[in-house]
C-alpha cells in the first residue's frame, strides 16, 4: 500500500524558516517513473503547486516562490524535505504532499502521462506571531 | 507560464443531472500532461482522470474527460450526492512543472 505523510509544525512565526517532511511508504524514491511534489492550499482557496524532486534528483520549482524553497529527498529514509523561508501569515495553508507516477503507453512511439496518484492528509500550518 | 482557468467557478445542479466543467489553457497543452482532481472538504484531493481522458483505478465510469490542445472537459454523466466537491485541472509542463486550474465547485441545488 502506498502512503504519503506529511509532518512538520503546526505554528510557525513571521520571519521564521518552516521545515516540512513528508515521509513515504510503498514504493521507493529511485523509482525513474515516480518523483514527489509538495503543493499548499490556503483555506478556502485552490490548490498551488509549490515544488518537485524527480527520482534523478532534479528539481523544479514555482516561479512565484522559486527563492524561498528548497525541496530534497534522502532515499534511504523515505523522505522528501520542503523548507520554505521568510514565512509570512499568508503563507497559512494545509501542506500536502503527493507522488508523481509515470505511465507510459506505447512500444513504438511511446507516450508519456504524468499525474499525482496518490495523496497525503495534509497538514496544516498557521503563520502567527 | 500556462495558466489553466476552469469554468464556471461554481456548478450548482440536481442529483442525476450531467455536470460539464471546463478547462481552458493559455497555451496548448498536451494531452498526456492533462488532468483532473476531486477534493471534498477537508480532504486532499484524489486524481479522477489523467491523459485528458483516462480514469484512475477505481474511478466510476460516469466521469470522463475529453479535449486537446487549450481546451478540456470534465463530464459527469449522471450527479451522484457523493459528485459534490470541489475539481481541479492541472497540467505538467516544462516551467513551472505543475499548475493548477482555480477550481469548479459542484454544488448541489
Known amino acids: 500500500q502506498v502512503t504519503l505523510k506529511e509532518s512538520g509544525p503546526v505554528l510557525v512565526k513571521p520571519t521564521e524558516t518552516l521545515t516540512l517532511t513528508c515521509t513515504v511508504s510503498g514504493f521507493s524514491l529511485s523509482n525513474a517513473r515516480m518523483g514527489v511534489s ?3 492550499q490556503p483555506p478556502g482557496k485552490a490548490l498551488e503547486w509549490l515544488a518537485h524532486i524527480f527520482s534523478n534528483d532534479e528539481k523544479s520549482y514555482s ?3 522559486k ?3 528548497t525541496i530534497s529527498k534522502d532515499t534511504s529514509k ?3 524535505v520542503l523548507t520554505m523561508t521568510n514565512m509570512d501569515p499568508v503563507d497559512t495553508a494545509t501542506y500536502y504532499c503527493a507522488r508523481q507516477s509515470i505511465t507510459i503507453f506505447g512500444v513504438v512511439i511511446p507516450q508519456y502521462y504524468y499525474y499525482m496518484d496518490v495523496w ?3 497538514t496544516t ?5 | 507560464e ?3 482557468t476552469q469554468s464556471p467557478g461554481t456548478l450548482s445542479l440536481s442529483p442525476g443531472e450531467r455536470a460539464t466543467l471546463s478547462c481552458r489553457a493559455s497555451q496548448s497543452v498536451s494531452s498526456s500532461y492533462l488532468a483532473w482532481y476531486q477534493q471534498k472538504p477537508g480532504q486532499a484531493p484524489r486524481l479522477l482522470i489523467y491523459g485528458a481522458s483516462s480514469r484512475a483505478t477505481g474511478i466510476p465510469d460516469r466521469f470522463s474527460g475529453s479535449g486537446s490542445g487549450t481546451d478540456f472537459t470534465l463530464t459527469i454523466s449522471r450527479l451522484e450526492p457523493e459528485d459534490f ?5 492541472q497540467q505538467y509542463g516544462s516551467s513551472p512543472r505543475w499548475t493548477f486550474g482555480q477550481g469548479t465547485k459542484v454544488e448541489i441545488k
Do not use: D, E, P
Request: charged fraction near 10%.
Open chain 2, 2 to 4: 500556462i495558466v489553466l
Open chain 1, 120 to 122: 497525503g492528509k495534509g
Open chain 1, 63 to 65: 516561479t512565484s516562490l
Open chain 1, 38 to 40: 509538495w503543493i499548499r
Open chain 1, 78 to 80: 523515505s523522505q522528501v
Open chain 1, 67 to 69: 527563492s524561498r524553497l
Open chain 2, 85 to 89: 466537491a470541489v475539481y481541479y485541472c
Open chain 1, 125 to 129: 500550518v498557521t503563520v502567527s506571531s
